[in-house]
């Protein structure tokens, strides 16, 4: 069977380990344009560029999730103008929702900290959406308490290097971990953020 929708490009150019360049890039559903870029450059760390979802769920309707990333600080390549080493990424969020409407956030990435995945510190987030239909819901599960439509998640995961305050120079390690969240509701996340709910569905303050 034929897709129902897919990317053309002119032409392709990959980089190893670095990015891939489109030149003449369409989105295409059927017989109809409905994007083109004349020139897009993705790099393979998905928290930089332009990143872009399509897709559908029956809790969101059709939905759009699109991010872009770039890196904060670092030096740049006077030759290809690429910035190396960067200290921190930033990305910004947009998620379109048929059935909840228009969301937006921001997240920050400390690279000094490597894979946030491998011990869950060195992010920031900060997301807001008005919600359409706050009752729509996964489950039959009845929700106690009213859910307004403006809804939003901050969420701080970072540790801290608190070495300074080894003065006899004892060779200790001193750190302050936190891990920080405020949730507008505690439906937030199975609602817009079921990977994190699936792993942890009440998020403390720690």
């Not at 670092?74 to 080493?85: F, Y």
């Not at 819901?137 to 308490?145: D, K, L, M």
């Not at 300074?164 to 609602?191: C, I, P, T, V």
């Amino acid at each position: 069977a034929e897709p129902n929708y897919w990317f053309k490009a002119g032409e392709l150019t990959i980089e190893p380990s670095e990015r891939v360049i489109f030149r003449d890039l369409k989105f295409e559903a059927g017989d109809n344009t409905l994007l083109y870029l004349p020139y897009l450059s993705q790099n393979f760390d998905r928290r930089l560029g332009f990143q872009i979802l399509p897709g559908a769920r029956n809790i969101w309707g059709p939905f759009l999730r699109m991010s872009y990333g770039i890196p904060l600080g670092g030096d740049k390549d006077p030759d290809t103008g690429i910035v190396n080493e960067a200290p921190y990424t930033i990305q910004g969020l947009l998620d379109l929702r048929a059935r909840r409407g228009v969301g937006v956030g921001i997240n920050l990435f400390n690279n000094a900290r490597g894979n946030v995945r491998d011990d869950g510190f060195g992010r920031f987030n900060a997301y807001f959406t008005h919600d359409l239909d706050p009752s729509i819901q996964r489950t039959s599960i009845r929700r106690t308490g009213q859910v307004r439509k403006d809804r939003y998640r901050i969420a701080l995961e970072e540790r801290f290097d608190l070495s300074f305050l080894d003065q006899a120079d004892r060779g200790a390690d001193w750190y302050f971990d936190a891990n920080l969240s405020l949730l507008s509701d505690r439906f937030l996340l199975e609602d817009f953020f079921l990977r994190q709910f699936q792993q942890d569905p009440a998020p403390d303050n720690t």
